[in-house]
């Protein structure tokens, strides 16, 4: 039985998710799942479809067969999520492949599904933060809130990444928001 694998990512500043399939070709003992042989390969499949799930609970769905019959990588701009700016939105992406290698009369579904925790603007936010701000003024900040700020940001960053690679949403979007929060306070940058 094939057993599609994919690797997901926010690649071009981002602005976009790149899909890659990784799920090899069949071998008998290293891969039984892969494409080929015992498993439909590559030009059986008659449908394939991507669906995204945002983090405001809209659905958008791709027509993904000419990536896959090609083994091309799946390239999502954000327009295709709905968005209007070049930046993918933080938070919860459920991602849904869909592969028919059956007809329509008598379909053969093969799935994979992927959630994943996106927090690409805020990381980018925090590190201009820090790239520009002149760290020889904040030493004369009064009580040196700028500098403390900064960190809170970098350690809540870091608390972030951590519950998204554990997978702890409720913890994840907890973190999002003092993040922002704090982003939007704008600490001193020159006193």
């Known amino acids: 039985m094939l057993e599609l694998v994919y690797n997901i990512c926010v690649k071009e500043c981002c602005s976009q998710f790149e899909i890659e399939d990784a799920t090899g070709y069949y071998h008998a003992t290293d891969n039984p799942g892969g494409w080929g042989l015992v498993n439909p390969s590559r030009p059986d499949i008659t ?7 945002g983090p ?48 329509q009369i008598t379909p053969v579904y093969h799935t994979y599904f992927e959630s994943q ?5 805020e990381e980018k936010r925090i590190c201009n933060l820090i790239g520009t701000t002149d760290f020889g003024t904040i030493c004369s ?35 999002l928001e003092i993040i922002n929060s704090l982003l939007d306070s704008k600490p001193c940058k020159n006193c």
């Open 141 to 175: 900040c009064k009580d040196g809130t700028a500098l403390s700020d900064i960190l809170d940001i970098w350690v809540y960053l870091m608390a972030l990444k951590n519950a998204a690679c554990c997978g702890k949403v409720d913890r994840f979007n907890e973190l």
């Open 47 to 53: 449908e394939a479809f991507l669906s995204i799930i």
């Open 117 to 121: 925790l996106v927090y690409c603007l």
């Open 56 to 103: 405001d609970g809209t659905t958008y769905n791709i027509d993904i067969l000419a990536e896959v019959l090609a083994d091309d990588p799946i390239i999502v701009s954000y327009t295709q999520v709905g968005l209007t700016t070049p930046e993918i939105v933080s938070g919860q992406y459920q991602f849904t492949i869909t592969l028919n290698s059956g007809d």
